[in-house]
């Protein structure tokens, strides 16, 4: 059974910064790619970062490009997402996700298997 467990969420305020990890176990992780989508009170879950199996490829979507960055530790079956500059508009529930192939993709339906999330809320 894979199961995907987020944590590092939190309050913070505009301008500061925080680290989310997600494990993975249950699986190869190394095989898989690994991505970050959030989910705003009243909004869609929207994608935000995803990596590929062995780190060489990433990407984000403009909203959080240069501020965010994701990256993957394959010996600890965990990927991150570094946050910077945080935004109120950031403020989010964020999701780790993974896939069974080992190339990243930004559409949430290719993913397999989801965590539970973890809040982010970035106020004053």
């Known amino acids: 059974q894979v199961q995907v467990a987020e944590s590092g969420g939190g309050s913070v305020q505009p301008g500061g910064s925080l680290r989310l990890s997600c494990v993975v176990s249950?699986?190869?992780?190394?095989?898989?790619?690994m991505g970050w989508f959030r989910q705003a009170p009243g909004k869609e879950r929207e994608f935000v970062a995803a990596?590929?199996?062995?780190?060489?490829?990433?990407y984000d979507t403009n909203s959080v490009k240069g501020r965010f960055t994701i990256s993957r530790d394959n010996a600890k079956n965990t990927v991150y997402l570094q946050m910077t500059s945080l935004k109120v508009e950031d403020t989010a529930v964020y999701y780790c996700?993974?896939?069974?192939?080992?190339?990243?993709?930004?559409?949430?339906?290719?993913?397999?298997?989801w965590g539970q999330g973890t809040q982010v809320t970035v106020s004053s």
């Open positions: 249950g699986r190869t992780f190394s095989n898989q790619a």
């Open positions: 990596i590929n199996w062995n780190a060489e490829s990433t």
């Open positions: 996700a993974a896939r069974r192939s080992p190339y990243r993709s930004a559409w949430l339906n290719d993913y397999d298997y």
